[in-house]
């Protein structure tokens, strides 16, 4: 899974993973029936078994790092996941296991974590080949809508996850806080698109006659004398179930015309074609792909500008050669960027959205996997309810053995070093930014800005290295504070101070201020100040020795942006689009104190939650991507691009045809060493017209010995601040190991409460029989561990009416009548528009403390 989700809407440093962002899933890459189905007429399944709840309570220590002395990472086929925990070869297996094996884990005596699992679907190539003597039908938007009819979703649920996981359509997560929130919208969108086989071969058909192929007397489809064949990558590790879902979809296929060359793959072996491509040398036509969002999102309003357009920020193919429909590229960028004064507006915006988004079906979403990540009796694991534990912010941080201290745990995942590490176009692959972020302060995600901590039951964050935060927001915008280590102001106006810096001249590499863009002045919608303890720069240290300055925050953001100007010497174009979308919302940022460190950070952007508006502008990866970004190292790894040598991302790489940089393997390293030593030899400062503000000639030296002392001990340049740092790398038999830093700021137990997420069940009662034009009453009890849930923990117990065609007839909210207790009445009016036959009543429960709300349902008759 490829950690790009899709919502990072927080960094270049939250500015360009803030602004630029909306994004950040990881792609998982971490990703037949012929009768028509109604949709909404079957109730989809809900999460209903309860993983393991911690028994232990949160343990305290006066240990510094990590709960480990040292953890072990390794790759292990989940296909032997259980066997090698039985054997006691690993303590846990980190990566998740597919619905279909959890009677496996539960027989086998493990414990297992249990969440939402990320998602899988078709990624298809929307480009005009260059070779155009063959044709791609994907490029024909028509084509890839018809898709959504040819799959028959629960089929695939029954008889792939077992029935387990959940149908999926639109590219939001099926049964969240957004789903709920958009629940009509999604309903009848649900509807509309429901399988239908000979619907799909209807409009393939009159599209691929548009575009001049025929259909030959074996039924298939040919163009300029050859069969259409498509070429599909079918993924082949992992779960396993990509496979089987492959080859459902290429059947499906084969029976509206076209020729499938099924290509079975590994991660490793399917990306370099899939994102590391150009998508018009036709290499590909569809790829089983698979997304896990870095923790749970609560506001997905980033994800149509991620997965359907050019200005998406992963920046490459094929969503850089995908011709948005006008609207859906104005409507998908406004979205990401915060362009809308209120909720009712965001709300209309995000429903037209989904409908755009499957007329244009770049992605043609399959299933949200429920998945589980088994592990031994004597492990304690932390993990994410959206995600999972290699999503969780804090999941390295409280992973540890059950009443005990230090020790080494083995850990095995699906895969590692899928691609090359570095932080600025990197691997970003769930398994690989796992352990990154084990290594880092913090983490920047979908939701959360780095310096902060992911809450991984709300989707919210908590301080994990400032003292204080403020937020101000102009008047009217819908944000809401729902913790109280902030405070929160409300105001008309917020006029962004000239001296910010907003922009950046790479020709002259100085930043460009608010009064240089905006002479007549300009202002913001959010204005976050953060404030960080007085002895930051004594108590936070690089994993190298050398302690955190001033410098590696402005760097970050420094090259966040350079790489998309022409005239930088290390520009890249496939970097521009993000970047140029996202700065005209980005209004400012400035460091008004450096003792104690205060960063103010101005935007256009917002988040709906007060929380995830501040803006600690921590160094971590200024694209969203996991890791952090010391200035001598960046300065290092640019000297190497700037030098046509080595290239941070694959499509430069690709289009030069030199090595994408890894800081951790590879040809790499021996060229990053010989730009340290001319580094270390010139006491070198980069961005010298700005960073000579920063950086002394006796820190360049400093920073540069203890980098290249760093390298020599543990032969990797990868080097972070957090509470593990990475020992051992070996990239060929992909395994590393991961030691406790004890130089680490804060203790082991700062996180240990998280253990025992407070999950809601429902339950809905009523007559089986309701008469049209009369009252109907239902009633809804709400329970944690057989205990009535409190009310006051409870945001929102909303319900749906469907009628006997699956058409959503009504939607409102249950009336409180106890603790724990709801009721829905329907009134004479609403019954009324109810036809004989079977209806249906979904109560949709929305917890405070947890951010996943419990889903049920009660069918009836309608009678007169």
């Keep these: 899974m490829k950690l790009k989700n899709v919502f990072a809407l927080l960094s270049v440093l939250v500015i360009l993973s803030m ?190 006659e548009a575009m001049g192929a025929t259909l030959g007397d074996d039924g298939k489809w040919q163009y300029n004398d050859a069969p259409v064949t498509l070429i599909f990558l079918i993924r082949s590790d992992g779960d396993g179930t990509r496979k089987p879902m492959g080859d459902y979809v290429a059947n499906q296929l084969e029976a509206v015309g076209f020729t499938v060359d099924r290509q079975y793959k590994t991660s490793s072996e399917a990306f370099p074609i899939w994102l590391g491509s150009i998508a018009s040398e036709g290499q590909w036509h569809m790829y089983t792909a698979g997304y896990l969002p870095s923790g749970l999102t609560r506001d997905e309003r980033g994800q149509i500008q991620q997965y359907y357009l050019p200005s998406s920020v992963q920046a490459s193919d094929p969503f850089i050669s995908n011709v948005a429909d006008p609207e859906l590229q104005q409507i998908g960028d406004d979205l990401a960027n915060g362009n809308f004064t209120n909720k009712a507006e965001r709300d209309e915006m995000m429903a037209r959205a989904l409908e755009l988004a499957l007329e244009d079906s770049l992605f043609v979403w399959v299933v949200d996997q429920l998945v589980y990540a088994p592990y031994n009796s004597n492990v304690s694991v932390t993990y994410d309810l959206g995600a999972g534990y290699e999503a969780a912010f804090m999941g390295n941080y409280n992973l540890r053995f059950v009443d005990e201290e230090g020790g080494s745990m083995r850990v095995g995942t699906n895969d590692l070093f899928t691609q090359p590490w570095n932080t600025i176009a990197g691997s970003n692959w769930v398994w690989d930014s796992n352990i990154m972020r084990a290594t880092s302060m913090g983490a920047a995600g979908v939701t959360t800005s780095p310096g902060l901590m992911g809450d991984p039951y709300t989707g919210l964050a908590w301080p994990q290295r400032i003292e204080s935060a403020s937020l101000q927001f102009e008047k009217g915008l819908p944000i809401t504070q729902n913790l109280d280590w902030l405070t929160v102001e409300e105001v008309d106006s917020i006029p962004v101070p000239e001296d910010a810096w907003l922009d950046w001249d790479a020709a002259t590499q100085t930043f460009i201020t608010a009064g240089d863009k905006y002479p ?59 970047v140029e979308a996202t700065l005209p919302f980005l209004k400012g940022f400035r460091i008004t104190s450096t003792d104690p460190l205060t960063i103010e950070y101005y935007s256009d952007v917002y988040n709906a939650d007060a929380e995830l508006n501040i803006a ?218 109810l036809e004989i036959g079977s209806a249906k009543l979904e109560v949709a429960v929305v917890p405070i403390a947890v951010a996943i709300p419990a889903f049920t349902s009660f069918d009836f008759v309608v009678v007169k």
């Excluded at 680490?744 to 009662?765: G, M, N």
Aim: aromatic residues 10%; charged residues 20%.
């Design 19 to 208: 602004a630029l962002a909306a994004c950040a899933p990881a792609s998982t890459d971490v990703p037949a029936a012929t009768e028509e189905q109604p949709a909404a007429t079957e109730e989809a399944p809900a999460a209903t078994e309860e993983a393991p709840a911690a028994t232990e309570e949160a343990p305290t220590t006066t240990r510094h790092g990590g709960w480990l002395d040292e953890i072990v990472f390794s790759v292990v086929s989940s296909d032997s996941a259980v066997s090698q925990l039985q054997a006691g070869a690993i303590d846990f297996y980190s990566f998740n296991l597919s619905s279909n094996t959890l009677q496996e884990i539960k027989d086998a005596g493990l414990n297992y974590t249990q969440s939402y699992g990320g998602n899988y679907g078709i990624s298809l190539n929307p480009a005009v080949f260059d070779d155009t003597t063959v044709l791609n039908p994907f490029s024909n938007r028509k084509i890839r809508e018809a898709m959504n009819w040819l799959i028959d979703r629960d089929y695939i649920n029954q008889e792939i996850y077992g029935g387990g996981s959940l149908p999926k359509l639109l590219p939001i997560a099926t049964q969240l806080v957004e789903y709920t929130n958009l629940i009509e919208t999604a309903r009848a969108l649900e509807t509309k698109y429901a399988f239908n086989l000979e619907k799909a071969r209807e409009v393939v058909a009159a599209e691929m």
């Design 520 to 578: 007549d002045g300009t202002t913001a919608k959010v204005k976050s100040t953060v404030v960080y303890p007085a002895d930051l720069f004594d108590t936070v240290k690089w994993h190298d020795g050398s302690p955190v300055s001033v410098a590696d925050f402005v760097m970050a953001f420094i090259i966040g942006i350079d790489r998309a100007k022409p005239e930088s010497p290390i520009y890249d174009e496939a970097a521009a689009p993000s």
């Design 616 to 833: 600690p502008l921590w160094p971590l990866s200024p694209t969203g991507l996991s890791g952090e970004n010391s200035w001598q190292m960046l300065a290092v790894s640019n000297l190497a691009e700037a030098a046509g040598e080595l290239a941070y991302s694959s499509d430069k790489a690709d289009t030069l045809q030199i090595e994408q940089m890894s800081w951790v393997g590879g040809p790499s390293l021996e060229i990053l060493k010989k730009y340290l030593d001319q580094a270390q030899a010139e006491s070198y400062i980069p961005y010298e017209a700005t960073l000579s503000q920063f950086i002394t000639p006796e820190e360049a030296a400093l920073r540069y010995e203890n980098l290249s002392k760093w390298y020599s001990d543990h032969g990797h340049f990868w080097v972070g601040t957090g509470p593990y740092y990475l020992d051992q790398v070996f990239t060929t038999e992909k395994s590393l190991v991961l030691k406790n830093f004890a130089d680490f700021p804060d203790l082991a137990s700062r996180w240990s409460a998280f253990s025992d997420p407070k999950r809601a069940t429902v339950i809905l009662d009523g007559a089986g029989q309701v008469t049209a034009g009369q009252e109907a009453t239902f009633d809804v009890t709400v329970n944690f561990r057989d205990e009535a849930y409190a009310n006051e923990d409870i945001k929102q117990v909303k319900y749906i009416l469907y009628g006997n065609t699956g058409d959503v007839v009504a939607v409102g909210t249950a009336a409180a009548v106890g603790e724990g207790q709801f009721q829905v009445v329907l009134d004479a009016e609403t019954t009324s528009k």
